[in-house]
């Protein structure tokens, strides 16, 4: 039995990922690669690469070093291919513009990250019908789905809101009635939730928050899980309808994702993600059971109107949570001060948390939500997202939980 074959657990099988799969002089990560173009000593063999033989030819569509990192997040995600792209917007992009058409329904979740509902309304102005439903609710899926839907997109968690769509559910929807499920898994990661486990199709990551986790690179990645088949799906060009169906979708969003779009993730970005990654559960341990702990301080608070953390037993969907994530319910919490309480005033008192817009960080982060990164959405989005005017977020960090919670309990018993 070799070493490879007795590798088991998910810390110990990214650590030794890169060595196991080969790599130049035995090096136990594989090198960063900067060459932008890639020569062959046969013409013919040039030829083979860009009618579709694995290998590389310009950067702009893959290195060594990009390559190495998607092999690795598709072991994290049990998944049968990646695609790594420059940004988590860029991978969403490539999947929704290569795979719908003008006409196709999209049925989303209403609770989605900002910049992803911007997206949706760029996708409605190129002739794409999208639906915005509460997914936590598996009737009001199943009452949204046309004849014309293609294609299920939630998030594992709500970003800020915390909701947890009924991810099981949705998969059984999906599966019905023969439609891409694609789940973004970037607030739970793989080490946390598995999105192959509800049926998913696609999963996506954005690099930049937990897997990287020290927020110094951005990056994003498209997982094909392998539960889907691509051979009943009706957009997949004929140009990518060969060899086995199992790698068509997979063949266009690269394609057309990096080659026509150029949303490539450079080769030490993705080098310095595939570091991080190595400490990803390491580190999530200790932001959860933070996480969980500044939750329920708040909640006991005086000067708290309101928390939104699915580790808490009063969250709507915390049985749910418990089901899906098991004892870790991730490092993104949300609460409201009591009525005439200033929550900028109060962010301003706190000397611990970085005020900054990024989550999944080694660093405690908070902002205000609808006065920053929902302030374009306008409030009556904001009022169906359960977005209220002094919402503040929070993604909590892997500091010493005592300094977290004598910072915040600092500036709350200020407040009252």
Known sequence: MTAKSTLKGFTTKILHHDRLRGTE?????????????????????????????????????GTPTTAALEAKLAQMEAGTSAITFATG????????????????????????????????????QLGIEVTLVDATNLDAVKAAVRTNTRMIFVETIGNPGTQIADLEGIGEVAKANNLVYFVDGTLTSPYLFQAKSVGASLTMHSLSKHIAGHAQALGGVVIDTGLFDWSSYPNILPTYQKNDPKGWAMAQIKKKGLRDM?????????????????????RLDK?????????????????VARVAYPGLPDHQQHDRAARLFGDRFGTLLSFSLNPGLDCVEFLNSLSLPVLATHVGDTRTLALPVAQTIYHEMGSAMRAQMGIEDGLIRVSVGIEDLNDVLADFSKALDAMV
Do not use: W
Not at 262 to 282: V, W, Y
Not at 287 to 303: I, K, M, S, T, V
């Open 287 to 303: 932001a959860c059971a933070n996480a969980l702990a500044l939750a329920q301080l708040l909640d006991g608070h005086r000067a």
């Open 89 to 124: 917007m860029a991978a969403l992009t490539a999947v929704f513009a290569t795979l719908l058409k003008s006409g196709d329904h999209l049925l989303a979740s209403q609770y989605v990250f900002g910049n992803t509902n911007s997206l949706f309304g760029t996708l409605s």
């Open 25 to 61: 002089h035995n090096a136990v990560h594989q090198p960063i690669h900067t060459s932008s173009q890639y020569a062959y000593a046969d013409a013919k063999d040039l030829v083979a690469v860009f009618q579709g033989r694995p290998g590389f030819s310009y950067a702009r569509q």
């Open 262 to 282: 150029g949303a490539t993730l450079a080769a030490e970005p993705a080098h310095r993600i595939a570091i991080g990654a190595e400490t990803l559960a390491l």
